[in-house]
């Protein structure tokens, strides 16, 4: 294996903690740190590829090009986790999910731009991001903890890509603010 697909392979490894996290439904509420710690590591993933792939002077490739679907699909494993064991209420879960992801879907499905479909769907995924670890401060204080930790570290050492992040999302809402 070359390192040029090194990046792809950080990129698509977050489909199978995709996989993982849902693998812990089974183990129930006590599962959350591993949940967390997963995530971490995903989101780890997430910080290394794009500079990876720049550094190697990567070509785009199908996987680079829909990093975001990993990312999301990572999100909406950890929130079908939360509610699957209990630790947000089933129904209120539920509902949001099943609008949510639809309508994600909808928006991409008929957005000829991706930012407006990146910007809606970070929206709707805002809130799952961090759930984690909320939820952990009342049950795994620690796990809350590692939260915090890992992303004033990834602040300190990638600000730019926050800011090209927050960056995307503003464009994208715009976008969508005038097709309404």
Sequence with gaps: MGKRRLPDLLTASRALIALAILGLIPAGPRALSSV????????TTDMLDGRLARRLEKGPTWIGEHEFQFDMLMVLSSAIYLAAVGLVPMPWGGIYLGVAVPLAVLVGATSREFLPFKAFTMLVAFPWVFAPFI?????QREVAYWGLVWAVVAL???WRRFTGVVGDFLAGARGILRRL
Excluded: N, Q, S
């Design 36 to 43: 967390a710690m997963l995530l971490l590591l995903g989101w």
């Design 156 to 158: 300190a050492v990638d």
């Design 135 to 139: 939820v952990a401060y009342f049950h």
